[in-house]
């Protein structure tokens, strides 16, 4: 009875009834049916995207929008699937398909996944540019991933043991790979995991019996260069043309259809401008 009495003589209503400027704004946003970071784009995933060309189209998008920030973390396609069932990104890029169990995680928290392709990727076999080689056939890189090739000589190169480098387990890349090349067999126990493309080239250029795989835009790296595979050599045209065998779509991954400033940097990703920095950094266009 005390409290009620207090509260009858209160003159103004308590402080947290009185909601911040900050908190207000949040509000407001609320109600307009707008998210309150609509300025600020959250992509999270894969580094075949996220090392080059997501940064690059975002650059662009900002040059026109000057008032949007973006943050893009590159740490593999599992990451950026991860992070649209979990909310924590507005888009996830994936050089990959998401996987069933994903998909199921995704239906049972409520979050409609859905897939956009950007572009097309082929992931090249490289190696040191002092390697005789030119080309091999699938099932020759299939032997030398899973370890049953183990020096070059075996495949017609100069004698020495082969050092592999893959990408890291949550790379799409490193799951797309074992299904294109490897039949779906386990890496050899011997292979080196690398964060990303970028880092896989650097290994191979350094390393005279090295072998490794990148996206088409790591190809020109210094040091390196590319194999042919069963006779096709990792090319835009070849991918276009549907001639190279370990071509693959990249994706956008969202939680229905996006909204706001990020379905703007979708449709920017998509439209013409964005398809021809996709094309110049080395990915084939879907337009």
Same mark, same amino acid.
């Given at each position: 009875m005390k409290s009620r009495g207090l509260l009858k003589k209160s003159p103004t209503p308590p402080a947290f009834f009185l909601p911040s400027p900050r908190i207000l704004a949040f509000i407001l946003a609320l109600a307009a049916g707008i998210p309150a970071s609509a300025g600020k784009i959250v992509i999270r995933g894969s580094d075949t995207l996220g090392a080059k060309l997501v940064p690059m189209l975002a650059e662009q998008y900002r040059a026109a929008k000057p008032g949007v920030t973006f943050e893009i973390a590159a740490e593999g396609s599992t990451t950026g699937i991860a992070a649209i069932i979990d909310g924590t990104a507005q888009i996830g890029m994936s050089s990959r398909s998401a996987k069933s169990t994903e998909m199921s995680a995704a239906s049972a928290k409520g979050?409609?996944?859905?897939? $956009?392709?950007?572009?097309?990727?082929?992931?090249?076999?490289?190696?040191?540019?002092?390697?005789?080689?030119?080309?091999? $056939?699938?099932?020759?890189?299939?032997?030398?991933?899973?370890?049953?090739?183990?020096?070059?000589?075996?495949?017609?190169?100069?004698?020495?043991?082969?050092?592999?480098? $893959?990408?890291?387990?949550?790379?799409?890349?490193y799951a797309d790979f074992k299904q294109l090349a490897m039949r779906k067999r386990d890496y050899a126990r011997s292979s080196q995991k690398?964060?990303?493309?970028?880092?896989?080239a650097a290994e191979v250029a350094r390393n005279p019996n090295g072998i490794g795989y990148v996206g088409l835009a790591y190809l020109g790296?210094?040091?390196?260069?590319?194999?042919?595979?069963?006779?096709?050599?990792?090319?835009?045209?070849?991918?276009?043309?549907?001639?190279y065998p370990l071509a693959r779509p990249t994706f956008y991954y969202t939680n229905g259809q996006p909204s706001g400033e990020a379905a703007a940097f979708v449709a920017f990703t998509l439209g013409e401008e964005g398809q021809r920095i996709a094309e110049k950094i080395g990915f084939v266009p879907v337009r």
């Open positions: 979050v409609d996944m859905r897939a $956009t392709i950007v572009a097309y990727d082929g992931i090249g076999i490289i190696v040191n540019a002092g390697n005789p080689l030119a080309g091999l $056939t699938r099932r020759q890189i299939e032997q030398i991933f899973t370890g049953d090739i183990t020096d070059w000589s075996a495949v017609g190169g100069k004698p020495g043991k082969i050092s592999i480098y $893959t990408r890291n387990t949550s790379s799409g890349t690398m964060a990303g493309n970028e880092q896989i790296s210094p040091g390196i260069k590319a194999l042919s595979a069963d006779g096709a050599l990792p090319t835009k045209q070849a991918v276009l043309d549907k001639k």
